[in-house]
Protein backbone atom coordinates (compact mmCIF):
# COMPACT_ATOMS: atom_id res chain seq x y z
CA UNK A 1 0.00 0.00 0.00
CA UNK A 2 1.39 3.62 -1.23
CA UNK A 3 1.20 6.38 1.29
CA UNK A 4 -1.05 8.42 -0.46
CA UNK A 5 -3.79 4.76 -0.23
CA UNK A 6 -3.00 4.37 3.97
CA UNK A 7 -3.65 8.11 3.96
CA UNK A 8 -6.92 7.95 2.71
CA UNK A 9 -7.61 4.79 4.45
CA UNK A 10 -6.79 6.15 7.84
CA UNK A 11 -8.81 9.04 7.16
CA UNK A 12 -11.54 7.16 5.67
CA UNK A 13 -11.43 4.06 7.30
CA UNK A 14 -16.13 3.80 6.44
CA UNK A 15 -15.56 5.16 2.70
CA UNK A 16 -12.87 3.01 1.49
CA UNK A 17 -14.89 -0.41 2.28
CA UNK A 18 -17.05 0.38 -0.48
CA UNK A 19 -16.33 -0.55 -4.01
CA UNK A 20 -14.42 2.52 -5.83
CA UNK A 21 -15.96 2.04 -8.79
CA UNK A 22 -19.73 1.83 -7.66
CA UNK A 23 -18.64 5.19 -5.91
CA UNK A 24 -17.18 7.15 -8.63
CA UNK A 25 -20.15 6.18 -10.79
CA UNK A 26 -22.81 7.54 -7.86
CA UNK A 27 -20.86 10.52 -6.87
CA UNK A 28 -21.16 13.75 -8.84
CA UNK A 29 -18.09 15.33 -8.30
CA UNK A 30 -15.41 14.47 -5.87
CA UNK A 31 -16.25 11.27 -3.99
CA UNK A 32 -18.97 11.88 -1.78
CA UNK A 33 -18.35 9.29 0.67
CA UNK A 34 -14.94 11.29 1.68
CA UNK A 35 -16.92 14.41 2.11
CA UNK A 36 -19.50 12.94 3.85
CA UNK A 37 -17.20 10.55 6.27
CA UNK A 38 -15.55 13.98 7.13
CA UNK A 39 -18.78 15.33 9.06
CA UNK A 40 -20.84 11.80 10.00
CA UNK A 41 -17.93 11.86 13.02
CA UNK A 42 -18.78 14.66 14.50
CA UNK A 43 -22.31 14.01 14.79
CA UNK A 44 -24.59 12.00 17.22
CA UNK A 45 -26.10 9.65 14.61
CA UNK A 46 -27.60 6.59 15.92
CA UNK A 47 -30.03 3.63 14.94
CA UNK A 48 -33.65 5.13 14.29
CA UNK A 49 -32.81 8.73 13.73
CA UNK A 50 -34.54 10.26 11.06
CA UNK A 51 -31.47 12.16 8.39
CA UNK A 52 -32.51 14.51 5.50
CA UNK A 53 -30.44 14.16 2.77
CA UNK A 54 -30.52 17.24 0.51
CA UNK A 55 -29.41 17.31 -2.68
CA UNK A 56 -28.22 14.13 -2.58
CA UNK A 57 -27.60 13.12 -6.11
CA UNK A 58 -27.64 9.11 -7.08
CA UNK A 59 -28.01 8.19 -3.66
CA UNK A 60 -24.38 6.92 -2.66
CA UNK A 61 -24.56 9.51 0.67
CA UNK A 62 -27.96 8.02 1.22
CA UNK A 63 -27.41 4.05 1.48
CA UNK A 64 -24.20 5.07 2.96
CA UNK A 65 -26.02 6.71 5.87
CA UNK A 66 -28.32 3.94 6.09
CA UNK A 67 -25.46 1.18 6.57
CA UNK A 68 -23.30 2.61 8.50
CA UNK A 69 -25.29 4.43 10.83
CA UNK A 70 -28.90 2.74 10.87
CA UNK A 71 -30.92 5.92 10.56
CA UNK A 72 -34.02 6.61 8.35
CA UNK A 73 -32.93 8.59 5.51
CA UNK A 74 -35.14 10.84 3.21
CA UNK A 75 -32.91 11.25 -0.27
CA UNK A 76 -34.10 14.27 -1.72
CA UNK A 77 -32.48 15.93 -5.13
CA UNK A 78 -34.13 18.19 -7.93
CA UNK A 79 -32.60 16.82 -10.59
CA UNK A 80 -31.99 12.95 -10.27
CA UNK A 81 -35.24 10.72 -10.44
CA UNK A 82 -37.16 9.34 -7.40
CA UNK A 83 -37.40 6.22 -9.38
CA UNK A 84 -34.05 5.63 -10.32
CA UNK A 85 -32.39 6.19 -7.05
CA UNK A 86 -35.06 4.12 -5.47
CA UNK A 87 -34.01 1.45 -7.47
CA UNK A 88 -30.61 1.67 -6.54
CA UNK A 89 -31.71 1.46 -2.80
CA UNK A 90 -33.43 -1.49 -3.56
CA UNK A 91 -30.32 -2.81 -5.13
CA UNK A 92 -28.49 -2.52 -1.47
CA UNK A 93 -31.60 -3.63 0.10
CA UNK A 94 -32.93 -0.41 1.89
CA UNK A 95 -36.33 0.13 0.89
CA UNK A 96 -37.34 0.14 4.68
CA UNK A 97 -35.00 2.66 5.63
CA UNK A 98 -34.04 5.15 2.45
CA UNK A 99 -36.77 6.73 0.98
CA UNK A 100 -36.26 8.57 -2.42
CA UNK A 101 -37.78 11.89 -3.16
CA UNK A 102 -37.61 14.26 -6.39
CA UNK A 103 -38.14 17.86 -4.54
CA UNK A 104 -36.44 21.60 -5.01
CA UNK A 105 -34.91 22.69 -2.65
CA UNK A 106 -37.29 25.27 -1.55
CA UNK A 107 -40.38 23.58 -1.77
CA UNK A 108 -39.82 20.39 0.60
CA UNK A 109 -42.96 18.17 1.59
CA UNK A 110 -42.21 17.58 5.23
CA UNK A 111 -43.48 18.68 8.53
CA UNK A 112 -41.87 20.81 10.89
CA UNK A 113 -39.66 19.89 13.17
CA UNK A 114 -39.28 16.36 11.29
CA UNK A 115 -36.37 15.64 11.41
CA UNK A 116 -33.39 14.84 13.38
CA UNK A 117 -30.53 15.72 11.41
CA UNK A 118 -30.05 18.01 8.11
CA UNK A 119 -27.07 16.74 5.49
CA UNK A 120 -26.05 18.70 2.55
CA UNK A 121 -22.98 17.26 1.01
CA UNK A 122 -21.77 19.11 -2.41
CA UNK A 123 -24.64 21.19 -2.62
CA UNK A 124 -25.21 23.61 -0.56
CA UNK A 125 -23.45 26.49 -2.24
CA UNK A 126 -26.16 25.93 -5.30
CA UNK A 127 -29.10 26.96 -2.76
CA UNK A 128 -27.71 28.07 0.67
CA UNK A 129 -26.26 31.35 -0.12
CA UNK A 130 -29.19 32.87 0.61
CA UNK A 131 -29.67 34.54 3.68
CA UNK A 132 -33.31 33.39 4.06
CA UNK A 133 -32.77 29.37 3.19
CA UNK A 134 -30.85 28.53 6.62
CA UNK A 135 -34.41 29.95 8.22
CA UNK A 136 -36.09 28.19 5.46
CA UNK A 137 -34.46 24.73 6.32
CA UNK A 138 -34.35 25.22 9.75
CA UNK A 139 -38.42 24.56 10.28
CA UNK A 140 -37.67 20.84 9.71
CA UNK A 141 -35.48 20.71 12.46
CA UNK A 142 -35.87 18.96 16.01
CA UNK A 143 -34.86 22.08 18.79
CA UNK A 144 -31.41 20.74 19.25
CA UNK A 145 -31.33 18.58 16.34
CA UNK A 146 -28.21 19.47 13.49
CA UNK A 147 -27.60 20.80 10.34
CA UNK A 148 -23.93 20.26 8.74
CA UNK A 149 -23.10 20.62 5.23
CA UNK A 150 -19.52 20.02 3.33
CA UNK A 151 -18.89 21.95 0.29
CA UNK A 152 -16.32 23.99 -1.74
CA UNK A 153 -15.01 26.73 -0.77
CA UNK A 154 -11.83 29.94 -0.67
CA UNK A 155 -9.49 30.16 1.71
CA UNK A 156 -9.77 33.87 1.65
CA UNK A 157 -12.86 35.58 0.71
CA UNK A 158 -13.13 37.00 -2.95
CA UNK A 159 -14.83 40.51 -2.13
CA UNK A 160 -14.13 41.56 -5.74
CA UNK A 161 -13.37 40.83 -9.29
CA UNK A 162 -10.41 42.17 -9.29
CA UNK A 163 -9.21 40.01 -6.70
CA UNK A 164 -10.60 36.82 -8.89
CA UNK A 165 -7.19 34.92 -9.73
CA UNK A 166 -5.77 34.42 -13.38
CA UNK A 167 -7.12 30.34 -13.34
CA UNK A 168 -11.16 31.16 -12.56
CA UNK A 169 -11.47 34.07 -14.34
CA UNK A 170 -13.17 31.96 -17.64
CA UNK A 171 -15.38 30.44 -15.39
CA UNK A 172 -15.57 32.33 -12.35
CA UNK A 173 -19.20 34.41 -13.82
CA UNK A 174 -20.73 30.66 -14.13
CA UNK A 175 -19.36 29.26 -11.44
CA UNK A 176 -16.71 30.74 -8.53
CA UNK A 177 -18.68 33.66 -8.07
CA UNK A 178 -20.75 31.99 -5.40
CA UNK A 179 -18.30 30.31 -3.63
CA UNK A 180 -17.39 32.11 0.02
CA UNK A 181 -14.86 31.07 2.67
CA UNK A 182 -15.32 29.18 6.04
CA UNK A 183 -15.77 32.80 7.65
CA UNK A 184 -18.55 34.17 5.26
CA UNK A 185 -20.15 31.42 5.80
CA UNK A 186 -20.39 31.38 9.48
CA UNK A 187 -21.34 34.41 9.50
CA UNK A 188 -24.33 33.96 7.17
CA UNK A 189 -25.20 31.22 9.51
CA UNK A 190 -24.78 32.93 13.34
CA UNK A 191 -26.21 36.20 12.32
CA UNK A 192 -29.78 34.27 12.45
CA UNK A 193 -29.41 32.98 15.51
CA UNK A 194 -31.16 29.87 14.43
CA UNK A 195 -28.36 27.37 15.48
CA UNK A 196 -25.21 27.43 17.55
CA UNK A 197 -22.23 26.59 15.25
CA UNK A 198 -20.47 23.86 16.84
CA UNK A 199 -17.80 23.22 13.59
CA UNK A 200 -16.76 25.71 10.90
CA UNK A 201 -13.24 24.67 9.46
CA UNK A 202 -11.44 22.96 6.28
CA UNK A 203 -11.65 19.67 6.26
CA UNK A 204 -8.65 17.67 7.44
CA UNK A 205 -8.12 15.67 4.40
CA UNK A 206 -8.80 18.66 1.97
CA UNK A 207 -5.49 18.26 0.57
CA UNK A 208 -6.03 14.46 0.01
CA UNK A 209 -9.57 15.02 -0.99
CA UNK A 210 -7.80 17.00 -3.81
CA UNK A 211 -5.55 14.94 -5.04
CA UNK A 212 -7.65 12.07 -4.91
CA UNK A 213 -10.44 14.17 -7.56
CA UNK A 214 -7.77 15.28 -9.65
CA UNK A 215 -6.07 12.41 -10.19
CA UNK A 216 -9.52 10.70 -11.01
CA UNK A 217 -10.36 12.98 -13.43
CA UNK A 218 -7.20 12.59 -14.89
CA UNK A 219 -7.94 8.67 -15.34
CA UNK A 220 -11.64 8.80 -15.93
CA UNK A 221 -13.14 12.28 -15.85
CA UNK A 222 -14.97 14.57 -18.33
CA UNK A 223 -12.85 17.39 -20.13
CA UNK A 224 -15.96 19.64 -19.35
CA UNK A 225 -15.75 19.47 -15.68
CA UNK A 226 -14.61 22.91 -14.96
CA UNK A 227 -13.82 22.43 -11.55
CA UNK A 228 -11.72 19.63 -11.99
CA UNK A 229 -9.74 22.11 -14.59
CA UNK A 230 -9.62 24.62 -11.56
CA UNK A 231 -8.21 22.05 -9.11
CA UNK A 232 -5.65 21.42 -11.55
CA UNK A 233 -4.53 24.46 -12.03
CA UNK A 234 -4.60 26.04 -8.76
CA UNK A 235 -0.89 26.24 -7.39
CA UNK A 236 -1.68 28.10 -4.72
CA UNK A 237 -4.22 26.58 -2.78
CA UNK A 238 -7.17 28.98 -3.49
CA UNK A 239 -9.43 26.34 -3.44
CA UNK A 240 -10.12 23.83 -0.34
CA UNK A 241 -13.33 22.32 0.82
CA UNK A 242 -15.11 22.95 4.39
CA UNK A 243 -17.30 21.55 6.74
CA UNK A 244 -20.00 23.29 8.64
CA UNK A 245 -22.24 21.84 11.26
CA UNK A 246 -24.84 23.80 13.46
CA UNK A 247 -27.42 22.61 16.42
CA UNK A 248 -30.60 24.25 16.46
CA UNK A 249 -31.02 26.20 19.45
CA UNK A 250 -34.65 26.51 20.97
CA UNK A 251 -36.82 29.77 20.92
CA UNK A 252 -36.45 29.69 24.60
CA UNK A 253 -32.73 29.05 24.30
CA UNK A 254 -32.47 32.29 21.32
CA UNK A 255 -34.40 34.76 23.70
CA UNK A 256 -31.93 34.19 26.88
CA UNK A 257 -29.17 34.60 24.93
CA UNK A 258 -30.41 38.18 23.18
CA UNK A 259 -31.30 38.98 27.06
CA UNK A 260 -27.80 38.42 28.06
CA UNK A 261 -26.59 40.29 25.07
Known amino acids: MDSAQHRIKHHFPRSTQYDPTWVREH ?29 CGKAASSIFLAQEY ?13 TANYKRVLDEGLENQVFPLQANARSLPFPEEFFDVVLVIDSYTYFGTDDKYLPYI ?7 GYIGIVDVCFKEEIETIDQVPDFLREDFQEYWYYIHSVAWWRKLWEKTGLVHITEASLLP ?23 ARAL ?3 NQQTISFFRMIGQRTSKEAYLQSYKKA
Not at 27 to 55: Q, Y
Not at 70 to 82: F, G, K, M, R, Y
Not at 206 to 227: C, M, N, S, T, W
Open 27 to 55: SMGENVLFNLESITSLLPLKKGLRVLDLG
Open 205 to 227: AADLIREHYVKDFEEHGQKKDPF
Open 70 to 82: EVQVWAVDEAISA
Open 232 to 234: KKD
Open 138 to 144: CHFIKPE
